[in-house]
């Protein structure tokens, strides 16, 4: 048994050290709005955060994940991920909508370190993520709005604020 601190909580699994922390995530833990893209670390469809920073988990084996804090996109709450959603909702971002947990993850990390981006520095951050439909001027839009919003509130993330989040994101986005 490996013990993880997935969303606030400390979560025992049963897998193998290797385990990519994704299957772990989707399979054993049934958090299912991180996605399965290309199993290579390249698209960015299974973006989570660890220890506040925007991670790959389908290539990060859960030994080093140990003693690290993980959010995934049903547990993170705060000002910039309920700003990043509105605006995501606003303008209407989302087309297929699979890409979508993994490009909130990167933008909130964005958004955490950099207030006020710039078209560059969005694109910087953001460029680890791929949307096959091809909304990336809509997500640059949402992400300058989103700073507009409020964004100089710090982002906060309990246990019990993941829990109540779950249900409007636990299919990865398609409910912004």
Request: charged letters at 20%; proline letters at 3%.
């Amino acid at each position: 048994m490996t013990t993880l601190n997935i969303n606030g909580k400390a979560v025992s699994v049963n897998a193998d050290p290797d385990t990519p922390l994704l299957w772990v995530l989707r399979g054993e833990l049934q958090l299912v709005g991180t996605k399965y893209g290309c199993g290579k670390a390249l698209c960015g469809a299974c973006t989570v955060h660890l220890d506040g920073e925007a991670v790959r988990s389908c290539m990060l084996p859960i030994a080093a994940v140990q003693g690290r804090e993980v959010w995934t996109i049903e547990g993170i709450q705060g000002a910039q991920i309920d700003a990043l959603r509105e605006a995501w909702s606003a303008i209407d971002v989302v087309q297929c909508g699979y890409c979508q947990s993994g490009q909130l993850m990167s933008a909130c990390v964005l958004l955490q370190k950099t207030a006020r981006p710039t078209d560059e520095q969005i694109d910087a951050a953001m460029s680890g993520n791929i949307c096959r439909c091809g909304t990336y001027p809509r997500i640059r839009a949402a992400i300058h709005k989103a700073a507009g919003a409020g964004n100089d509130r710090p982002m906060t993330v309990t246990a019990e604020q993941g829990a109540s989040n779950k249900k409007s994101v636990a299919d990865g986005g398609s409910k912004l």
